[in-house]
């Protein structure tokens, strides 16, 4: 919950960044920004080099009697191609697999590509039950008949959001390993998805993520409301 028209300035030196530099950063930018300004960023941006997305949804997909609340087509029409769900946040306002399912079926009736978002909480993982709470996760939210090539994960853990603190490196290779077989599964495919990681992500951290060849881009939160701070993220990354 950031930002207001005033804030164009820091999507537009991230549009521009990512128009200078298409030829080195090859990788697809995607800001998920609030609803009231998709529309406006889309729009001001003129030619767009980065894509937008919203932050969540309502699972109905139609009109409805469901005051305060946007759909996935209203986000669709609005020029959203990107949606993150089942972000940690909203998980803990109340937020079940089953009720994540139907809003990734809600969104992707609209061909939305879904950032999926699962984690572990720091009582889970004290408890051993991240793998099971990650396959859980994905069972419960995913379905067979889900055009797997419209859906990336993004494995935030819930304890390093915010904090500081970032999982060992061996750790995350192996649950990112871990996700992706997962997946493999759900759909009974050879080929994965891509896994992002999200979770207290900064310029002077993101070095240490460039060896772990699992991951395939960073889902990044407070460092994303500073244009400075994002694009010294890719920057750095590719050092």
Same mark, same amino acid.
């Given at each position: 919950?950031? *930002?207001?028209? @005033?804030?164009?300035?820091? !999507? ?5 960044? /990512? ?10 930018? !995607?800001?998920? !920004? +609030?609803? #009231?300004? $998709? ?20 699972? %109905?997909?139609? %009109?409805? +009697?469901? #005051?305060?609340?946007?759909? /996935?087509?209203?986000?669709?029409? #609005?020029? /959203? ?14 937020? @079940? ?21 699962? *984690?572990? #909480? ?6 051993? &039950?991240?793998?099971? $709470? ?25 304890? /390093? ?5 970032? +999982? ?16 493999? &599964? ?6 994965? @998805? &891509? ?7 900064? +310029? ?16 990044? *939160? ?6 400075? &701070?994002?694009?010294?993220? $890719?920057?750095? %990354? %590719?050092?």
């Amino acid at each position: 919950m950031f *930002g207001d028209s @005033t804030s164009f300035s820091i !999507v537009n030196k991230i549009n521009q960044f /990512a128009y200078k530099n298409k030829k080195r950063f090859n990788d697809k930018i !995607v800001l998920c !920004v +609030p609803n #009231t300004l $998709i529309y406006f960023f889309k729009n001001k941006l003129g030619k767009k080099h980065i894509s937008l997305g919203g932050q969540n949804c309502h699972y %109905y997909e139609n %009109y409805g +009697p469901f #005051t305060g609340s946007v759909n /996935a087509s209203m986000l669709k029409k #609005t020029g /959203a191609e990107y949606l993150i769900l089942g972000h940690s946040e909203n998980r803990l306002e109340g937020e @079940t697999n089953y009720l994540i399912k139907k809003k990734i079926t809600s969104a992707l009736k609209q061909k939305l590509n879904i950032i999926f978002c699962i *984690g572990e #909480t720091q009582e889970e993982k004290n408890k051993g &039950k991240t793998f099971s $709470i990650l396959k859980k996760q994905i069972s419960q939210s995913l379905d067979k008949s889900f055009n797997k090539s419209k859906i990336i994960l993004a494995y935030e853990p819930v304890w /390093a959001i915010g904090t500081n603190k970032i +999982p060992k490196i061996n750790e995350l290779e192996k649950i990112i390993n871990f996700i992706k077989s997962e997946f493999k &599964k759900k759909f009974k495919t050879k080929i994965s @998805t &891509k896994v992002l990681y999200g979770g207290s992500v900064n +310029p002077k951290n993101i070095s240490m993520f460039s060896p772990i060849d699992q991951i395939d881009g960073f889902l990044i *939160g407070g460092a994303s409301q500073s244009s400075k &701070k994002f694009i010294e993220i $890719i920057k750095n %990354y %590719y050092k």
